[in-house]
């Protein structure tokens, strides 16, 4: 093998590692909000948490956006949501800003514009009345969860394209 086709093969191994390393620990997210309530995601959870993915894309939606804008804030409110949930509360300025990079890639996160931010307040302002709901009273950390790596695995399939033990 030549020193390029070596360099080569490196750099696509160590894509692919970090790709997966990425899928697994936003999988975690899912593991421990299910395990908090002591239990593991089932075929009803899994559908339960497409129908929030539904009421969540239509929410984001409303705020005007599309195409290239609406898809980082859809990926913004996707990774904020589930930082959140893997820390239990607001996260810190030095937590957020390498938990974006690492979901959104470092040209995704800094592509990030005021607009965005102000969408996804906006939008989290929303699905706060929508969660107080009576008809999403079984809705939990993990669907929430499951429902956040659905909207980012609508830009990323690697997020999905996995296999692994746990």
Same mark, same amino acid.
Not at 21 to 26: E, K, M, P, T
């Given at each position: 093998?030549?020193?390029?086709? +070596?360099?080569?093969?490196? !750099?696509?191994?160590?894509? @692919?590692?970090? #790709?997966?390393?990425?899928?697994?620990? /936003?999988?975690?997210?899912?593991?421990?909000?299910?395990?908090?309530?002591?239990?593991?995601?089932?075929?009803?959870?899994?559908?339960?948490?497409?129908?929030?993915?539904?009421?969540?894309?239509?929410?984001?939606?409303?705020?005007?956006?599309?195409?290239?804008?609406?898809?980082?804030?859809?990926?913004?409110?996707?990774?904020?949501?589930?930082? +959140?949930?893997?820390?239990? !509360?607001?996260?810190?300025? @030095?937590?957020? #800003?390498?938990?974006?990079?690492n979901t /959104?890639?470092?040209?995704?996160?800094?592509?990030?514009?005021?607009?965005?931010?102000?969408?996804?307040?906006?939008?989290?302002?929303?699905m706060s009345?929508?969660?107080?709901?009576?008809?999403?009273?079984?809705?939990?950390?993990?669907?929430?969860?499951?429902?956040?790596?659905?909207?980012?695995?609508?830009?990323?399939?690697?997020?999905?394209?996995?296999?692994?033990?746990?």
């Amino acid at each position: 093998m030549s020193r390029r086709s +070596e360099f080569h093969f490196h !750099k696509n191994f160590q894509g @692919e590692s970090a #790709a997966t390393s990425r899928a697994v620990s /936003l999988r975690r997210i899912i593991r421990t909000q299910f395990a908090l309530r002591g239990t593991t995601p089932t075929q009803i959870d899994a559908d339960l948490s497409s129908k929030w993915s539904e009421e969540t894309m239509k929410v984001l939606e409303e705020g005007g956006a599309s195409g290239v804008a609406l898809q980082r804030q859809i990926q913004l409110f996707a990774s904020v949501t589930l930082l +959140e949930l893997k820390v239990g !509360k607001k996260p810190r300025p @030095e937590q957020l #800003a390498p938990f974006l990079e690492n979901t /959104l890639g470092l040209e995704g996160a800094r592509a990030l514009t005021r607009e965005d931010w102000s969408a996804l307040n906006e939008a989290r302002g929303k699905m706060s009345v929508l969660i107080d709901d009576p008809k999403w009273s079984v809705v939990h950390g993990g669907h929430i969860a499951m429902s956040c790596l659905t909207l980012l695995s609508l830009y990323d399939i690697s997020l999905l394209n996995m296999t692994y033990s746990g």
